[in-house]
């Protein structure tokens, strides 16, 4: 009897000392346990739990080892990286080149048409093995700071991906992280921790809970139900102080901004009136009253943990009498009317930060129009560039590769469908993602930046916060760009 009541003191103690960190999460990635199919949030907030880059890239936008421990180019078109030893993925299988000839070959090919992964990384050609822990990428071009993208390419266990592609990887959900999938529900996923992996994590479980509505992510914190609440809004702060939690803010690799419909014949076809609308913006205002002043307002492509930031770019000022002098010269002395097509709840606090630039702007003569979307839509009409409005927005994300090209080649001519494109900057822009020398590279990022915000492309805001609700119990939570570094993270009893 003695020796039973101790092995089940021994069984309850084992019980209880072992920690569960509970996330509530707005959403699951749509391809479940495919790292393929994005990088972005909030599927990576999940993701990054699982699987592992490449490279890492660091808060200090400093390319560093992952999977890979070093790396060099053979060519201007070939890189050739060399693998960490002893790497397992959960199922147990070895990481060798094979995860990543496999992987980059699929993302290359015509198949690959469905992953977002295959558009952010659209430079990939191809790859071959030189040995088991040494293989090659081939690009379509010259792109000097291709470990950057590398950060980006999760190698999928080949086996798995072999057998059942895509659709089988969706469940099978096999990487190299500190966590390993033990079950998968709508609106649950557990994890285990994989205590083989290469960077083991500090807690003994992991239980994601998805809750889209903002105020139930709230709630189950201030009820300790979760132990970490992703994506709360700057208006919660105080009610969860008050419930004994905490709201810790991280800036995004994202600079938020409204794109400018630029074609001939538009209404900001003009550099005048794109220049007169910035003016309008009280940024200052908006930042303190609708993000809690937890960020910075900004007129250039990147953010401050971008390769490529120039902090001697200043924001645009808030000047609304030079605002209308400008209207006037552009031929717009009454001011006149656009449409914003935007979609609410998108990004933290978008709809009355709409509504004051609504305000703003008004104050200059100019009426803005707000045509409301879903979010789904928004993003297929975004896809296609086939907004009905003249206005729209849209991030300058440097995500993944934390490059400040990143966001610039979205917002230019490179876009198949672009809104906004100046072919006098495109030289510029070949040259910079070519050079191979860093601190020229830099220099023409600079450049670049410097270009963008002479030109008023879009309405630049500030660099995007994403706030996040954490118990008094975790430390060591960390986001760097969008990546949660979720081996960090330790959880008191």
């Not at 209880?16 to 393929?36: C, D, K, Q």
């Not at 999977?67 to 201007?76: F, H, I, K």
């Not at 969860?240 to 014949?265: H, K, P």
């Not at 809104?419 to 023409?444: I, R």
């Amino acid at each position: 009897m003695a020796l039973a009541l101790g092995a089940n003191l021994t069984a309850n103690w084992s019980a209880r000392a072992e920690t569960t960190l509970r996330m509530a999460i707005e959403a699951f990635p749509p391809s479940r346990g495919n790292p393929l199919r994005t990088s972005l949030s909030p599927s990576i907030y999940t993701l990054a739990a699982i699987f592992d880059g490449l490279t890492f890239i660091n808060e200090k936008s400093e390319v560093k080892p992952a999977l890979a421990v070093s790396w060099e180019p053979v060519d201007a078109l070939t890189w050739q990286f060399h693998l960490r030893p002893d790497v397992k993925f959960s199922n147990g299988a070895p990481l060798t080149s094979d995860a990543f000839v496999t992987t980059v070959n699929y993302l290359a090919s015509d198949d690959a048409y469905k992953e977002g992964l295959k558009q952010e990384l659209a430079v990939l050609k191809s790859a071959r093995a030189i040995d088991d822990l040494t293989f090659e990428i081939t690009t379509t071009e010259p792109v000097a700071m291709f470990p950057r993208f590398a950060a980006a390419i999760s190698g999928v266990e080949p086996n798995i991906w072999r057998a059942g592609g895509r659709d089988g990887y969706e469940t099978a959900a096999v990487g190299t992280g500190p966590f390993k999938v033990d079950e998968m529900q709508a609106n649950r996923w557990r994890l285990s921790a994989f205590k083989e992996s290469w960077r083991p994590g500090k807690v003994d479980k992991l239980e994601l809970l998805m809750l889209p509505d903002t105020s139930s992510r709230v709630q189950a914190l201030a009820a300790e139900r979760v132990d970490v609440a992703m994506v709360i809004g700057p208006d919660n702060i105080d009610a969860l102080e008050a419930a004994g939690a905490r709201v810790d803010s991280f800036i995004t690799a994202t600079v938020y901004a409204i794109s400018l419909r630029t074609r001939e014949g538009d209404k900001f076809a003009d550099k005048r009136v794109r220049e007169a609308v910035n003016l309008a913006i009280n940024r200052d205002i908006i930042i303190s009253a609708f993000l809690a002043g937890r960020t910075i307002a900004t007129a250039q492509p990147g953010t401050r943990q971008t390769y490529g930031y120039d902090p001697s770019i200043p924001a645009y000022p808030y000047d609304p009498e030079r605002a209308k002098q400008l209207l006037a010269e552009a031929g717009y002395p009454n001011g006149f009317t656009f449409t914003l097509d935007a979609p609410t709840n998108a990004t933290v606090s978008d709809t009355s930060v709409f509504q004051q630039i609504q305000l703003d702007l008004q104050a200059i003569g100019v009426t803005m129009n707000i045509t409301t979307l879903t979010y789904p839509m928004y993003l297929q009409k975004t896809s296609r560039t086939v907004f009905d409005g003249d206005a729209f927005p849209l991030a300058w994300a440097s995500w993944p590769t934390l490059d400040t090209l990143r966001a610039i080649q979205t917002h230019s001519c490179r876009r198949l469908v672009p809104w906004y494109c100046d072919e006098s900057v495109m030289p510029l822009f070949e040259q910079a993602l070519a050079e191979t020398d860093e601190a020229k590279g830099l220099a023409l990022r600079h450049e670049l930046a410097q270009r963008y915000h002479d030109q008023y492309p879009g309405i630049w805001m500030y660099e995007l916060p994403v706030f996040v609700g954490l118990s008094s119990k975790v430390s060591g939570f960390e986001i760097i760009g969008y990546r949660i570094l979720y081996d960090r993270i330790a959880l008191a009893p």
